[in-house]
């Protein structure tokens, strides 16, 4: 069974960086993709970085180019998205998802079709 859980989010200031965990289990990240998305109440969700363990293609839309990476550390099957400069349009609710690369496509705007959901975890930036 595959399963996702976020830690890592809060209270930051305008300016400062919080790093995002998702642990992950019940499959081989070789065969996934894997990405962060945020929602904020009204509004449509947001992919805000993917990565394609299959081939090593990233996706980072331009809203977060720059300031947030993906990475991952394999041997603790923890995927991490290390989130700096953030600004109060920041603030989401985080989400990590996953799903087979022969199912989805790195190019994920939305996480539409994706199966594979945590919990989330909210941030919030003061400004």
């Known amino acids: 069974e595959v399963q996702l859980v976020e830690s890592g989010g809060g209270l930051v200031q305008a300016g400062g960086s919080l790093r995002l965990s998702c642990a992950a289990s019940g499959f081989t990240f070789d065969d996934y993709v894997i990405g962060w998305f945020r929602q904020v109440p009204g509004k449509e969700r947001e992919g805000v970085s993917t990565?394609?363990?299959?081939?090593?293609?990233?996706y980072v839309p331009d809203s977060v180019k720059g300031r947030f990476t993906i990475s991952s550390d394999n041997a603790k099957n923890t995927v991490y998205l290390q989130m700096n400069s953030l600004k109060p349009e920041d603030t989401a609710v985080y989400y990590c998802a996953a799903d087979r690369a022969d199912w989805v496509d790195v190019y994920s705007p939305n996480g539409l079709g994706w199966n594979y959901w945590g919990q989330g975890t909210q941030v919030t930036v003061s400004s």
């Open positions: 990565i394609s363990y299959n081939d090593g293609s990233t």
